[in-house]
């Protein structure tokens, strides 16, 4: 393997032992991977906050006593606690201060206390082209989908490795020829006047996720969306049902002017065709439950609500009250919500019986008043993991307006024309 | 006694049981680091221990937060002996790398070309030197008739 002067003085301990123990690891890293060299990053964002045993919180203590410092700007993903609103968490000692000390410990290495799934609708965005380090399956295929940033999927340990140095791997998705689409996926008997709605984004979202295996796919056929949501959703549930770290939608996408474009000038390994019946079966695969069953909370934001989408909610929360016994939670980042709190929304929201989630998510930790609940999301992410996670009675996916009635009539209500 | 050639991911000296796995594992949701036992219910080896063996699989699978419960498994004394592959899995690699480092203790995790010659009810020791080739020696005999296996010394 190449490595620079840089590289090599970080492992002859030129700049302390936590960036010589960085730099050991992510040599290994690159080698099991068959990268030649490293390549400079300009941001990393890191997934390191949830704990996954003593390991975890070892780990950054092992760095921070090590006089480990981010070389770059680093954003740190949702971790166990809110830590704005620590009521919100029903979670016992020793577990509670455990999660606070692991979040705590990243910002000693000089992260940001971001704290968010969705760090690419903050201001530490990485524009078109830039080489960055990011974990988080939802953040890493915004980045190179919508964006046009390039990261592959790192996560334990390398992402924070990535950080302390600077320098990634020079491999997958980093390098052009990686990047071009492999799969096509065609959405076909369709009405010309397809709407585009949240649940078309997710249902493609969750057949690409399923279907693409490890090859980068090619979307052909979607409306132009309403904004960057529906395609964070779309790629927030391929991300969960499948390892998807980037697609390209024509017409939609930075690296997809045109369909040749988004396939490097080159034929499909393979065609998928995707039909009504296709995206009814993928919308289904995603409740558990049918229309009118009683529910005990709807959960919004996951990946983190932005701002626009804030703005969605809110008119539809005139004249809003939830039923008896239904919470209404909107996860979200500390940015945003320093945003809403300047426009005084936050207790507009709070009056409108709207729980805000801070710092975490409602699927990572326990939040939810009632976890052996029903509960409704607009999320295919959260439809995804939520019931194995926490354990629920049941999930209902559904569009934000169907999520709010239903929070109002205290059962599933859906309106959806799929 | 058969001896394969073999890469290492992961430093380290062990010997166990073989355990093989015929469909990849992923430990995140797969692998309970407290028992050491399979706990993915859709996994032909849900209920089995993995401490102690040596777990043998094509491929690691699924999400990185693997890397933590398998450095956690570790930890706690309930993780495989060694790992042996048939692809470099940079994700399992770290996990065994870092509770090393952390814990001073070793899951050796190597790879090899061809994984036939390792048979569940055998047992095996790898040796697993830090920049250098890796060695499997099979060191007990399976029920199955002798392999004409390639060997390598």
Sequence with gaps: ?418 | MVSLAARTLAEGEAQGRLLVLDTPLSFWGGLDPTTGRVIDRSHPACGRSLAGRILVMASGRGSSSSSSVLAEAIRRGTAPAGIVLAEPDPIVAVGALVAHRLYRLACPVVVVADLAPLREGGTARITAPAGAPARIELTGSTDEPERSSPAVS
């Design chain 1, 1 to 418: 393997m190449h490595l620079s002067d840089l590289d090599r003085s970080f492992l002859a301990g030129e700049a302390g032992p936590a960036a010589r123990f960085a730099m050991e690891l992510l040599v290994r890293f690159a080698a099991a991977v068959g990268a030649p060299a490293l390549l400079d990053i300009t941001r990393a964002h890191v997934d390191g906050c949830l704990h996954h045993g003593a390991v975890s919180l070892d780990f950054v203590e092992h760095l921070v006593a090590g006089r480990g410092r981010v070389r770059v700007p680093t954003t740190l993903n949702v971790g166990s606690m809110d830590l704005i609103h620590p009521e919100l968490v029903r979670m016992e000692e020793p577990a509670r201060s455990a999660g606070r000390r692991l979040m705590e410990a990243h910002l000693a290495l000089g992260c940001e206390p971001s704290f968010t799934c969705a760090p690419y609708q903050t201001r530490f965005r990485p524009r078109f082209g830039e080489q960055i380090a990011w974990g988080e399956s939802n953040a890493i295929v915004f980045a190179n989908a919508v964006i046009g940033a390039r990261t592959n999927r790192y996560g334990d340990f390398i992402d924070l490795c990535c950080a302390l140095t600077g320098r990634a791997p020079a491999f997958g998705l980093h390098l052009d020829a990686n990047r071009r689409g492999e799969v096509l996926f065609r959405l076909e008997g369709f009405p010309a006047s397809l709407a585009a709605t949240d649940s078309l984004f997710v249902a493609v979202g969750h057949i690409v996720g399923t279907r693409a295996g490890g090859r980068v796919p090619v979307i052909e056929g979607l409306p132009p969306p309403h904004g960057e949501d529906q395609l964070k959703a779309l790629g927030a549930v391929a991300a969960s049902v499948g390892a998807v770290a980037l697609f390209h939608a024509v017409g939609i996408t930075p690296e997809a002017p045109t369909l040749a474009d988004a396939l490097g000038h080159r034929r499909p390994a393979a065609t998928i065709a995707i039909g009504p019946a296709e995206l009814r079966q993928a919308l289904a695969a995603l409740s558990t439950v049918p229309a009118g069953t009683p529910i005990t909370a709807v959960s919004l934001g996951t990946p983190h609500f932005s701002l626009a989408e804030f703005h969605r909610l809110i008119p539809l929360l005139a004249g809003f009250r939830p039923a008896p016994g239904v919470e209404l939670y909107v996860s979200t980042g500390r940015e945003t919500l320093v945003a809403l709190a300047a426009a005084g929304l936050d207790r507009a929201l709070e009056r409108a019986g709207v729980t805000l989630v801070a710092d975490t998510c409602t699927y990572v930790t326990a939040v939810l008043r009632r976890l052996d609940g029903v509960v409704m999301t607009n999320s295919g992410k959260w439809a995804h993991y939520a019931p194995g996670n926490l354990g629920l009675a049941g999930v209902a996916f559904g569009e934000l307006e169907d999520c709010i009635a239903s929070a109002a009539a205290g059962r599933v209500v859906r309106s959806s024309p799929w």
